[in-house]
């Protein structure tokens, strides 16, 4: 019954994937709009980097992931990125606040 539900909602998961690539485009946006000059620059060359490194770095973890739990370590190795990335994002408001 799963491989027969996700057979059917592939080709919805197949035409959405164009909306991942936005995100790229999305975070310069975001830079633009706060940073400017030089400032502008640094953020830039540093979000590429990131963006490269992550590129890279992505799918071998999500690989150790699923050599290390089957199958379901795709799902958790994502869900430790973005609990890291939530970890990430509560810590620089909580130091914005203060």
Request: with cysteine; net charge positive.
């Amino acid at each position: 019954a799963v491989g027969l539900a996700g057979t059917i909602f592939m080709p919805h998961f197949a035409s959405n994937w164009h909306l991942m690539a936005a995100l790229y485009t999305i975070g310069l946006a975001h830079l633009g709009s706060q940073l400017s000059g030089h400032e502008l620059a640094s953020a830039n060359a540093a979000f590429v980097l990131c963006y490269g490194v992550g590129m890279v770095l992505g799918p071998q973890a999500i690989g150790v992931g699923m050599d290390i739990f089957g199958p379901s370590g795709f799902g958790w190795s994502l869900g430790l990125f973005f609990a890291a990335y939530i970890a990430l994002v509560g810590v620089r408001l909580i130091r914005k606040v203060l």
